[in-house]
């Protein structure tokens, strides 16, 4: 829906910017603008400033930038039109209707949208009568208490064939609506009547993102196929773009609470009750890509939680295939693994659920990595042919990322990644096993094993996406990372002397390098900060299996100078002989890495590659040891 430009224009000057702002942030009047902590990134000195009288919202810390109806959007998890419906109810202002076909619509959604709200009530209340007694039962038994029931309005279809009709025609709703809202079946045979779609089943209310009923999961008690019967698609329901959970995962969303995709209903309940309030679920298919740019409004990188069996390994590559031509800047996937036979419900049931699944989120492997073990896993890599088929399908994999930019590091990202495997294969002699891990068995990777068929799939296929495990190349300059990561936030006063320099340095491992950032950043918003405090900040945003990597015993076993009681200037004396070793090093690594491709490809666009890349490492070289004199 759009609006009319004067309407827009009226309900920002009617809304005050700082009144809205000042109910999540605490503003400071500095003159003519107000002050505080920004509500998108954590900080500790204010440098989110609010300008009331042109009307818009920064942050110069992390960029965030905006009118008052994007601030509700972005804080509150809310579309435009319905951040202006809420901001324009705040004011009294009546939110305009573009026609009468529109205005049509709406009555005839807001009649749906009152029927499926009277069914669900109908089936709460049936639960807790004797008709409901199966049902109640049965969500005992799955350890759901009264709270639990009450918060997803669970409730029971009573095995009748006109009894919803009965209960929703005695409030005045009529026949086809009920139809139309998916309640009724209409038999093709004219002669026979409409009856109740559910029947004898538990009743899982779906509700749309603003909390509204639109749709019902109905379980059945018995035998009867099938054991899931949903609402069919109607005005207000579209089975591929909602997903089960979704206003409370919204609302987990905005503490930063991880977004969880599982199978089923009965898995959500149970994640929420054990504090994985943002937990969803696909509505009986696999999960599409309107449900993907659902959860991507939540988080950058929600988690796939999936079976370890074969159905879990075919979810996977679907999602996978879904995804990849969505991708953009920052947004992607990650997928994680049940035990084989185990499902989020029979987790928490365990003593250590909690822990468990936690441990099994941690564990969770980006897109990228599963992509490779998809086509890698399992396949024999020793002949120049098959080395060639092994590139070419990558490459058709990756072609079909839609993003130009995320085209090019996933391109990147394999090729180097190849280059290691077909290296390791000539270190061995040319052997004919095949890439131990990571690919979905078919008949087309499943040559050269012996001694049995082993499941590539979810195991890591040779080594693994830079930030994940490392490529032997880099294993050196990853220490040289770490010690250089670790002395800093032992001592937090380097910073002053070293902080330019790591500024513009890159480290050879993403996750390292995201450290490296966010380091940065703290020790730049304030320099005061003690190790401890940097720390904590770190495992707050989300941090801390890197900084655990870090500071580790085996990486402090190099670097004797690191430790946290080491005088500042021999602190500073070792940190400075890394750093000299560790740019060389990426000097080396790139160049080695540029002549190989040059090697491979002698053609004049490959050439001015080439050149360029020499070029700037020279450039990035000169630049680092300026700063270092």
Known sequence: MSFPQSFLDDLRARVGLADIVGTSVKLIKRGREYSGLCPFHSEKSPSFTVNEQKG???????????????????????????????LANQVGMDVPKPSREAQEREKKAKTLYEVMEAACVFYERVLHMPEGREGLEYFRRRGLDDKTISEFRLGFAPDNRGALKAALKREEFDEPLMIEAGLLIEPEDQGRQTYDRFRGRVMFPILDRRGRVVAFGGRVMGDTKPKYLNSPDTPLFHKGRLLYGLPQAREASQQDAPIIVTEGYMDVIALHRAGFRGAVAPLGTAVTEEQIGELWKMTNEPILCLDGDAAGKRAAVRAAERALPILRPGKSLLFSILPEGEDPDS???????????????????????????????????????RRAALEADIQKRISAIGDDAVRSQYQSMFRDRIWQLFKGDRAKGGGSRPVSGGGYQNKKFSRGGKGGRKDYFWEPAGKAVPGMSRP??????VVQD??????????????????????IYTCADSDLDNLRRAVLKLLDGDPGLD??????????????????????????????????????????????QVFSMAVSSLEDEEAKYAVRQLAADISEEEWERFSHRRDDLARRREKVFKLDD
């Open 56 to 86: 818009f919202y920064h942050c110069f810390g992390c960029g965030a930038h905006g009118d008052v109806i994007s601030f509700v959007m972005n804080t509150r998890g809310l579309t435009f039109v319905e951040a202006v419906e809420v």
């Open 347 to 385: 987790l928490m049931a365990g003593a250590n659920g909690f822990a468990s699944f936690r441990k099994i989120l941690d564990s969770a492997v980006p897109l990228a990595e599963l992509v490779w073990r998809m086509e890698v896993g399992g396949r024999a890599t020793d002949t120049p042919e």
């Open 472 to 477: 032997p190349m880099q294993k050196r300059r």
């Open 482 to 503: 770490c010690i250089l990561l670790v002395t800093l936030i032992n001592h937090p006063h380097l910073h002053e002397d070293v902080g330019e320099r790591l500024g």
């Open 531 to 576: 190790s401890e405090t940097i720390k904590a900040h770190l495992e707050r945003d989300g941090l801390s299996e890197t900084v655990l990597r870090v500071v580790g015993a085996d990486i402090l076993a190099h670097a004797a100078f690191a430790r946290p009681e080491t005088p500042l200037e021999r602190a500073r004396a070792g940190w400075e």
